[in-house]
């Protein structure tokens, strides 16, 4: 997908990582000239229309509202066919720094780090959990830990897309998915309604890997570690961790308890918790113990003259073989190794072509036997070929020709609009821009049926195309098509 444009605006320029379903591009945002990350869902055939992927735009519609220090903050989502495979797409800002769990394959951080990052996850949650939020996929790789130390929580609302759209029997083939697993609360493991205690659970498990180098349990196949989750006990993080005090075992043993009721009561209180935690720095460990020596390797002496043969047989057995490295498809290769629906197409049609041949000489020996002409058992097959050749050009000519220009005639659409502008339109652009960078408020003028409206609105943001913000006065959500932005106005405009 490297260098496809989505929306008609956000170019993918290079991966960034991916797991699950979902994989996480850096982008340019054509229209505003910034890099951003856009995270893409294929979905499966008629997902995009169905109830989930419904649930999952309303609620990023809800996330795109929040602003707070410990979460990505949302540009924009949409829908788009890439390589004739439809996907959902979420684009973010760009958080520098590194993944937890990568930073947990190079070093265990100290307790003060660990204490200080969960503290800072308690209050994401705590901010998705007031607007309805549950996050459902809490993993270190959905930390990102920045340059000054800072964690921010990533990808909330996929989860729940990926759930919908991703056949179980098939979990077992990627090397992504089993980390899922191993931070899955009991009630999600048992496909129950979740609420904000299911993530105070996976809080335990990120806490716990934190901790220990990994999660709780995360041994064997998907099957036994929701087993695991749903009736056993893990062992107190401290037999993982030398030194480290009870009451962090007594924490995450309320975090990990099975029964939602007995967790924490929400994320604030479990942050509360862990601000209270000791965190004394860890004993130093002890040297790694020598190596022990090796035995003195006798050597090898080749055969002499005297054994020609021998020296010729050694020489053959200890020579090295010529390295040709292993032929490996590209992912374009390996795409267009398989046959393309309108591979298919020319196929059937030869498929459909050889078996009206059989047909029409059947029927035109048994014409002669019934007294029926050549020629009507000729039309009769010659109808019948040309009905199923007329019936695959037109499928053929929906799927290659109609649909792919309909998919980029509505993208030209949403170009067109950012290009019919002037000086006037430029400026309102890029003051309403500066307003949702900067989180003020600000009075916005646009076009509604032939006159201009003014209306005072805070928490701006672009979303598909529209300008999305709560009015001032009423709180309520209010959407202004971007091409019908005429003005901006920090302070009340004059007769308003």
């Known amino acids: 997908m490297r260098g496809a444009i989505l929306g008609g605006r956000y170019q993918l320029r290079e991966p960034l990582g991916s797991g699950g379903m979902g994989t996480v591009w850096r982008a340019m945002d054509q229209m505003r000239h910034r890099v951003v990350a856009v995270k893409t869902v294929i979905v499966a055939a008629g997902t995009a229309d169905s109830d989930a992927a419904r649930r999952f735009q309303r609620e990023i519609r809800v996330a ?7 979460i990505v903050e949302m540009h924009d989502f949409g829908e788009a066919v890439v390589d004739q495979r439809p996907l959902l797409y979420l684009v973010m800002e760009e958080i520098p720094g590194e993944p937890l769990n990568r930073l947990l394959d190079g070093r265990r951080p100290a307790l003060a780090e660990v204490a200080r990052w969960g503290g800072e996850i308690c209050a994401a949650l705590a901010a998705m959990h007031g607007v309805g939020i549950v996050h459902r996929d809490l993993k270190p790789a959905n930390v990102m830990i920045g340059p000054d130390g800072r964690a921010t929580v990533l990808d909330f609302g996929i989860a729940r897309l990926d759930r919908d759209s991703v056949d179980l029997t098939t979990l077992t083939h990627t090397g992504h998915v089993v980390g899922t697993f191993a931070y899955m609360s009991p009630e999600q493991a048992r496909g129950a309604a979740l609420d904000a205690r299911s993530d105070l659970y996976s809080l335990g498990c990120l806490l716990y890997a934190t901790l220990t180098g990994r ?10 570690i929701l087993r695991q989750h749903l009736d056993e006990v893990p062992p107190p993080p401290s ?24 967790r924490p009561p929400d994320a604030a209180a479990a942050g509360a918790m862990i601000a209270e935690l000791p965190a004394p720095e860890d004993p130093p460990e002890p040297p790694e113990p020598p190596e022990p020596p090796t035995a003195p390797v006798p050597p090898v002496h080749p055969p002499t003259a005297i054994d020609p043969d021998a020296a010729n047989a050694t020489l053959a057995a200890t020579a090295l073989a010529p390295y040709e ?11 267009s190794s398989a046959l393309s629906a309108r591979q298919l197409l020319a196929l059937g049609g030869l498929v459909t072509l050889l078996i009206g041949a059989l047909v029409a000489l059947v029927l035109v020996v048994s014409g002669r036997d019934t007294g029926q002409s050549v020629g009507t058992s000729g039309l009769i097959t010659l109808g019948g070929i040309g009905a199923a050749v007329g019936g695959s050009l037109l499928y053929n000519g929906y799927w290659d020709d109609w649909r792919p220009r309909l998919e980029r005639r509505r993208s030209e659409r949403a170009v ?4 019919k502008v002037d000086a006037a339109y430029r400026a309102t652009v890029a003051q309403v821009s500066e307003a949702v960078e900067s989180g003020a408020q600000l009075w916005v003028c646009y076009e509604y049926n032939g006159r201009n409206v003014w209306i005072h609105l805070y928490q701006l943001h672009f979303a598909d195309g529209d300008l999305v913000g709560l009015t001032v006065n009423s709180g309520q959500v209010w959407r202004i098509a971007e091409h019908s932005l005429r003005a901006a106005s920090a302070s009340p405009p004059a007769g308003v």
């Open 239 to 262: 037999a993982g961790r030398a030194g480290l005090p009870a009451a962090w075992d007594a924490l995450l043993g309320d975090l990990l308890a099975k029964r939602p009721d007995d």
């Open 64 to 70: 795109a509202l929040l602003r707070h220090p410990h």
């Open 325 to 335: 490295p292993p032929g490996v498809l590209s992912g374009d290769e390996v795409i």
């Open 215 to 224: 999660p709780p349990f995360a041994e064997g196949p998907w099957q036994r």
């Open 416 to 419: 067109d609009a950012g290009r």
